[in-house]
């Protein structure tokens, strides 16, 4: 078993910073990804942004330059750095673990992001 706990959500002005974080506990092994989704109301989940066990990431196009995603594998810990956070980044954002040899995803309960214009 795998859990994921989401924090560091909040309200904030546009313009302003929030850094997510997302601990990782459980059986944790081999190959993995972890990442950020991210749920508008009445929207489709997201990706926002990725990191595997290797260090490569992925970032969704609406937020490059803005937010950056690190993982700190002694800890199975992932953050997501947001930088010049704008009203349209408000959603609920969900961390993500998926651990390739099992093919398997995990994920959290959602921290919500509001940004204010």
């Known amino acids: 078993q795998v859990q994921l706990v989401e924090s560091g959500g909040g309200l904030v002005q546009a313009g302003g910073s929030l850094r997510l974080s997302c601990a990782a506990s459980?059986?944790?092994?081999?190959?993995?990804?972890m990442g950020w989704y991210r749920q508008a109301p009445g929207k489709q989940r997201e990706l926002v942004a990725t990191?595997?066990?290797?260090?490569?990431?992925n970032y969704a196009d609406s937020v490059k330059g803005r937010f950056t995603i690190s993982r700190d594998n002694a800890k199975n810990t992932v953050y997501l750095q947001m930088n010049s956070l704008k009203p349209e980044d408000t959603a609920v954002y969900y961390c993500?673990?998926?651990?390739?040899?099992?093919?398997?995803?995990?994920w959290g309960q959602g921290t919500q992001v509001t940004v204010s214009s």
């Open positions: 993500n673990l998926y651990q390739v040899f099992q093919a398997k995803d995990y």
């Open positions: 459980g059986s944790i092994f081999g190959i993995n990804a």
């Open positions: 990191i595997t066990s290797g260090g490569r990431t």
